[in-house]
């Protein structure tokens, strides 16, 4: 019973997280889907009326947590992507950040971080964002000669150059999966805001999946997900943050980094925990 209600808790944890945000609208979004091949993902998928029984009402409360999971990761990509505009640091700063982050220390510190921050904010905010995002995550600057570049490719591949064996296998995983960057996207495929893309997009392919009664092929879907965020996220994230924090200067984007690890490391616990259920 215990056990149960901490899934719950951390379900509840994950998906809240996006359902509460509306804060960093990614207008412009990098990766696309193509036409999909799957036979599983190919037809046509019409939910019909929904019975409020206990399975519908459990089924809606995994979707809501699959909504929730793909717009945050959808606000994590907009942040890693490029330079905040105006709007974005605007509706940022609009945010109550009080009901984000409670029971994860590294989450309520970072948004912590990003309220203190913008709490502040001034004319010269925008300028002064944009210098600490190119200087860590364009690598316009280092520290004892290491770049914080958002590559997988720079982490784990031995030479620690852009485009190696790590983008090769995303890109084959984003190709078995009809996923494909925008055309004029001239960036490496293993770029961080690509990656947290790609798993927005499978949040909502679990959602379809799941209104379609085909919770085989949602399992499929999210064993996917949860390979990917640990073999081609996790495995790097902490020693791409590692070296960002030397670099930048503003409280905000290290407060970006903390809420990030702290929401993989939560998310990862939540696949689990949804796999879980719906193999029961």
Same mark, same amino acid.
């Given at each position: 019973?215990?056990? +149960?209600?901490?899934?719950?808790?951390?379900?509840?944890?994950?998906?809240?997280?996006?359902?509460?945000?509306?804060?960093?609208?990614?207008?412009?979004?990098?990766?696309?889907?193509?036409?999909?091949?799957?036979?599983?993902?190919?037809? =046509?998928?019409?939910? +019909?009326?929904?019975?409020?029984?206990?399975?519908?009402?459990?089924?809606?409360?995994?979707?809501?947590?699959?909504?929730?999971?793909?717009?945050?990761?959808?606000?994590?990509?907009?942040?890693?992507?490029?330079?905040?505009?105006?709007?974005?640091?605007?509706?940022?700063?609009?945010?109550?950040?009080?009901?984000?982050?409670?029971?994860?220390?590294?989450?309520?510190?970072?948004?912590?971080?990003?309220?203190?921050?913008?709490?502040?904010?001034?004319?010269?905010? #925008?300028?002064?964002?944009?210098?600490?995002?190119?200087?860590?995550?364009?690598?316009?600057?280092?520290?004892? +000669?290491? #770049?914080?570049?958002?590559?997988?490719?720079?982490?784990?591949?031995?030479?620690?150059?852009?485009?190696?064996?790590?983008?090769?296998?995303?890109?084959?995983?984003?190709?078995?999966?009809?996923?494909?960057?925008?055309?004029?996207?001239?960036?490496?495929?293993?770029?961080?805001?690509?990656?947290?893309?790609?798993?927005?997009?499978?949040?909502?392919?679990?959602?379809?999946?799941?209104? +379609?009664?085909?919770?085989?092929?949602?399992?499929?879907?999210?064993?996917?997900?949860?390979?990917?965020?640990?073999?081609?996220?996790?495995?790097?994230?902490?020693?791409?943050?590692?070296?960002?924090?030397?670099?930048?200067?503003?409280?905000?984007? #290290?407060?970006?980094?903390?809420?990030?690890?702290?929401?993989?490391?939560?998310?990862? =616990?939540?696949?689990?925990?949804?796999?879980?259920?719906?193999?029961?």
């Amino acid at each position: 019973m215990v056990k +149960g209600r901490a899934r719950r808790d951390r379900r509840a944890k994950s998906g809240t997280l996006g359902r509460k945000r509306r804060w960093i609208p990614v207008t412009d979004a990098t990766v696309t889907e193509v036409a999909v091949a799957d036979e599983a993902l190919a037809g =046509e998928i019409v939910a +019909g009326a929904i019975v409020m029984d206990d399975a519908a009402a459990g089924a809606a409360a995994l979707i809501a947590v699959l909504e929730g999971r793909s717009a945050f990761y959808r606000t994590l990509s907009g942040l890693y992507y490029r330079t905040l505009t105006q709007e974005q640091i605007d509706a940022l700063s609009a945010t109550d950040f009080s009901e984000f982050g409670a029971d994860d220390p590294l989450l309520t510190e970072g948004f912590d971080d990003i309220r203190r921050y913008l709490r502040k904010r001034n004319t010269g905010t #925008r300028q002064e964002l944009a210098v600490d995002y190119t200087s860590a995550f364009e690598g316009t600057k280092a520290f004892k +000669g290491e #770049r914080a570049v958002p590559y997988e490719s720079v982490y784990l591949s031995e030479t620690g150059l852009l485009n190696q064996e790590p983008r090769n296998e995303v890109y084959r995983t984003y190709k078995k999966s009809a996923v494909r960057l925008r055309e004029g996207v001239n960036l490496p495929e293993d770029h961080l805001s690509f990656e947290f893309e790609f798993m927005a997009i499978m949040s909502g392919r679990a959602i379809d999946l799941l209104q +379609g009664g085909q919770t085989d092929e949602a399992i499929k879907n999210l064993e996917l997900q949860k390979t990917f965020l640990q073999d081609h996220i996790l495995s790097w994230f902490k020693q791409f943050a590692d070296r960002a924090t030397l670099v930048l200067k503003t409280r905000f984007y #290290r407060g970006v980094l903390k809420i990030t690890e702290g929401y993989l490391a939560l998310d990862f =616990e939540t696949l689990e925990d949804l796999i879980a259920e719906l193999e029961v």
